[in-house]
């Protein structure tokens, strides 16, 4: 149980594009979900919190209007990269919490995101 | 400020050669303290969560432990399938929801 998958697994744009990740909870209602972002040999930088039916709550430094965060259901949450630029090139995770363990984190597979 | 920090960030062993990880965490009233295990490419996969001082958690060769100011990962015979990063998270009682602060993770190769 308390498996989270996320798709695209892979995704390669051109800059100035927009790009759209899912991450969902298969199995569990994810009253929480979690983003990261992940730099080569760095550990997980978090960049936003999301409720599910609420605003998602930035950590400082992530601009909101650039990374759009959407909890429409108990069971996905879209991250959408807008006017995306090299810079913006990562490895991205989410996590869910809300299944048996309540306060345990579960993480998708994450998505490498490439920005030609 | 809540702040995790791993020690070493890389460590070689050759099979069979057991260590430690070292994990040393300030945080303001803790909630729990989780380790993963992280392949390249791919998302954390959780290993153990410990709640108070003196807990000790075992899965196959991995054990993990918690005192007030720090948790160790121990590793027995490790061997090349153990090569990963592995990451140390605590969660503050402090912070909302369920958030997770992590540290820099360390990097363990096992050579056969």
């Known amino acids: 149980g308390a498996v989270v998958s996320q798709h695209p697994s892979r995704v390669i744009c051109k800059s100035g594009t927009s790009v759209k990740i899912e991450c969902r909870s298969l199995d569990f209602q994810a009253t929480t979900m979690f983003w990261y972002r992940q730099f080569p040999k760095k550990s997980l930088m978090l960049m936003a919190t999301?409720?599910?039916?609420?605003?998602?709550?930035?950590e400082q430094g992530v601009e909101k209007d650039k990374f759009l965060i959407n909890h429409a259901s108990l069971t996905l949450s879209t991250l959408t990269v807008t006017s995306a630029h090299p810079e913006d090139s990562s490895f991205y995770i989410c996590s869910a919490t809300g299944g048996r363990e309540n306060n345990e984190q579960f993480f998708g597979p994450g998505t490498r995101l490439t920005v030609l | 400020e809540d702040q995790v920090t791993q020690s070493p960030e890389a460590l070689r062993l050759q099979e069979g050669e057991s260590s430690s990880l070292n994990c040393s965490y300030t945080v303001s009233g803790l909630r729990g303290l989780f380790w993963y295990r992280q392949d390249p490419g791919k998302g954390p996969e959780f290993l153990f969560t410990l709640y108070s001082a003196g807990e000790e958690k075992e899965k196959e060769r991995l054990k993990a432990t918690l005192t007030k100011k720090e948790s160790f990962l121990h590793i027995t015979a490790p061997k090349p399938e153990d090569s990963a990063t592995y990451l140390c998270?605590?969660?503050?009682?402090?912070?909302?929801?369920?958030?997770?602060?992590f540290g820099g993770g360390t990097r363990l190769m096992v050579k056969p």
């Open positions: 998270a605590v969660q503050a009682i402090s912070r909302p929801g369920n958030m997770l602060t």
């Open positions: 999301s409720n599910e039916g609420s605003k998602a709550t930035y």
